[in-house]
């Protein structure tokens, strides 16, 4: 991928591994199943789903945006030239611009569910709800943020994040307030309640390694060692 320029097609993927055109399809259905199976392999290399379990063990929902937002950065820097060969194609590959769109909707929705969170402890901007908070948190943390600060202006990877944090937690948190809510955090309802979104707006959650949930993939774990 970071040498396929802006386009990959399957042929030359199929050359590349030195197999049948028709094995990518049997093994993983389609261009956009094998997308995502790469995309789920980078993620677990590079410790992306170890972060998202802290995120939501955190005590409180500014703690978890942080860490979320440094997570997300972090993942951007290490795997650059996976998502450079994405935003290229993504421009003119309706597959890859398909995948992508199905990327971001659930990406969306972790920060929904920590958005709620926020709300539920009063410390959202008045007259702002999880939603407009959850668009903000995803506008302002996109690979194309950090193209532009890190790749363009060769910020460091901590930089970006720490950049980007100051700017979500100032667009979306009421100034002087603290977390109100006495009851710690049910990360695992809020992750359902946000991938039961994720799936109405047409992305199916499940496409994903059950690790991209979370505190949810432990939950249905610990529902299976119980049975």
Do not use: C
């Amino acid at each position: 991928m970071p040498r396929a320029g802006a386009s990959l097609p399957v042929t030359q993927i199929a050359r590349q591994a030195g197999v049948a055109i028709q094995t990518i399809y049997d093994q993983f259905g389609s261009k956009g199943g094998l997308l995502i199976a790469v995309l789920n392999d980078v993620q677990a290399s590079l410790g992306l789903f170890d972060s998202f379990r802290a995120v939501f063990r955190s005590r409180d929902g500014e703690e978890a945006m942080r860490r979320m937002i440094d997570a997300t950065m972090l993942f951007w820097d290490q795997a650059w030239p996976y998502l450079e060969f994405l935003l290229k194609s993504r421009r003119i590959d309706p597959i890859v611009a398909r995948e992508m769109d199905y990327i971001d909707r659930l990406r969306h929705a972790h920060f929904w569910a920590i958005a709620k969170r926020l709300d539920e402890e009063g410390r959202l901007r008045a007259g702002a709800s999880a939603d407009t908070a959850a668009d903000q948190a995803f506008a302002f943390t996109t690979p194309n943020v950090y193209e532009e600060l890190a790749v363009r202006r060769t910020a460091s990877a901590a930089s970006v994040a720490e950049t980007a944090t100051r700017a979500v937690l100032g667009a979306i948190l009421e100034p002087g307030v603290h977390a109100a809510a006495p009851a710690p955090p049910n990360w695992a309802a809020l992750e359902l309640a946000s991938a039961d979104r994720a799936k109405a707006g047409g992305a199916d959650p499940a496409r994903l390694a059950p690790q991209w949930w979370g505190a949810r993939s432990e939950r249905a774990a610990g529902s299976g060692r119980s049975s």
